[in-house]
């Protein structure tokens, strides 16, 4: 709500723009109406209050990572009573530097509410690779969960015109293997080989890593998963990893079974939104990952 911009305006409406009873003994004086006014001292009329809003609100308009709402609005200035309105603008990103950290955390006491209006990219971090199996008896790892974007533990709206993602998961690690060769001149040999590493899940500001294997699995980016490494002779190739919100994808299973390990399973993608039971959606946008 704010006070009308023009024509009249009543004491009566003051009282309910600061959230009191219309009826509440209040003067053109008191604080908290010049507070609202915008008018510190000296003269006050009614015409100053034109348009004004018991809130406020702030922009964040360079990119961040591991955000938390409220510790923004007391560095913007947030009186840490009134109601508050925070917007990410068109192409800025809040992302994760760590699975196990959302993207933007919304918790804390907000006494008059919190609306948050999403124009950009949330985006949790995306989960590592895993790493490639060896020989026939070390299996390849699994890949990383990806991370969450959103966590709100208090009550609060979003107004989503944007993406809210979770990391995608990791790919999993190639199996290991072994096989026989005859060089020439020479008895049997056996070799022991490594699975391809995983590709990191798409991630956000910061890399998700491709695991370790015969091949690097490629890192995750903002922009793309990392695709899975190449095995050694007769092992698997490592799993590609996630896009936002999705799993990634298990190793590769090696040549033969019977002289294979077991390849990694994908890792699961990362949910977009932990705490929506406290979430009031005006609009709920293009959203990756898991509501929970």
């Known amino acids: ?4 911009s023009s024509g009249a305006i009543s004491l009566s409406d003051v009282n309910v723009e ?6 509440a003994q209040i003067s053109l004086n008191d604080s908290a109406v010049r507070t609202l006014f915008g008018v510190a001292s000296g003269a006050i009329n009614m015409q100053n209050g034109y348009g004004k809003a018991n809130e406020f609100a702030f922009t964040i308009s360079s990119n961040i990572n591991d955000a938390n709402l409220r510790s923004l609005a007391v560095a913007a200035g947030w009186n840490e009573s009134t109601a508050l309105i925070a917007t990410l603008n068109s192409g800025i990103y809040i992302s994760s530097t760590d699975t196990g950290t959302p993207a ?3 918790n804390g006491s907000f006494p008059s509410g919190v609306k948050f209006v999403n124009n950009g990219t949330v985006v949790g971090d995306g989960g590592n690779g895993g790493v490639g199996g060896y020989s026939y008896y ?3 790892t699994a890949g990383g969960t990806g991370g969450t974007a959103i966590s709100v533990s208090v009550p609060a709206s979003i107004e989503n015109n944007g993406i809210i993602a979770g990391g995608g998961g990791g790919g999993g690690g190639g199996a290991g293997s072994l096989y026989e060769y005859y060089p020439y001149g020479q008895g049997m040999q056996i070799a022991y ?3 391809g590493g995983g590709g990191g899940g798409q991630s956000g500001l910061t890399n998700s890593s491709g695991g370790y294997g015969n091949q690097y699995g490629a890192n995750g980016t903002i922009s793309a998963a990392g695709g899975g490494g190449g095995g050694g ?3 698997g190739t490592g799993g590609t990893g996630g ?9 590769g299973t090696g040549l033969y079974a019977g002289d294979s390990s077991s390849p990694g399973g994908g890792g699961a993608g990362g949910s977009a939104v932990s705490g929506n039971t406290n979430i009031t959606w005006i609009s709920t946008g293009t959203r990756y990952g898991g509501i929970s």
């Open 1 to 4: 709500m704010a006070l009308p």
């Open 193 to 195: 080989t490594r699975g």
């Open 104 to 106: 933007l955390t919304i």
């Open 18 to 23: 600061l959230g009191l009873s219309a009826t």
């Open 233 to 235: 002779t007769r092992a």
């Open 138 to 140: 070390q299996a390849g």
């Open 243 to 251: 896009n936002w919100g999705a799993n990634g994808s298990n190793g």
